[in-house]
């Protein structure tokens, strides 16, 4: 099992910035890739950003210029760092992560509780 906690979000004015955190724990032998999406009110929940163990990294096109995903895989932490922030990116962001328990057992997706923020003058 692998439980995943967000952290940073909150509330900020257009144009600025935060920085969202996701540390990985429980018992588990390795985790692929890690991501945050994001599920606005009466929305499908959208991918936002993704980063493989070997540091590849995916982007919603909405996103690309401004927000940043990074990975520290010695803390099994997933770090969103989110600029130019827009009304438009107000939603509860949550963290994925794909783990398995041990070496060739299968890999399962795991979800965090997901941290608000709200980008608002």
């Known amino acids: 099992q692998v439980q995943l906690v967000e952290s940073g979000g909150g509330l900020v004015q257009p144009g600025g910035s935060l920085r969202l955190s996701c540390a990985a724990s429980?018992?588990?032998?390795?985790?692929?890739?890690m991501g945050w999406y994001r599920q606005a009110p009466g929305k499908q929940r959208e991918l936002v950003a993704l980063?493989?163990?070997?540091?590849?990294?995916n982007y919603a096109d909405s996103v690309k210029g401004r927000f940043t995903i990074s990975r520290d895989n010695a803390k099994n932490t997933v770090y969103l760092q989110m600029n130019s922030l827009k009304p438009e990116d107000t939603s509860v962001y949550i963290c994925?992560?794909?783990?398995?328990?041990?070496?060739?057992?299968?890999?399962?997706?795991?979800w965090g509780q997901g941290t608000q923020v709200t980008v608002s003058s």
């Open positions: 429980g018992s588990f032998f390795s985790i692929n890739y």
């Open positions: 980063i493989t163990g070997g540091g590849s990294t």
């Open positions: 994925n992560a794909q783990a398995r328990s041990s070496l060739g057992t299968p890999w399962y997706t795991y």
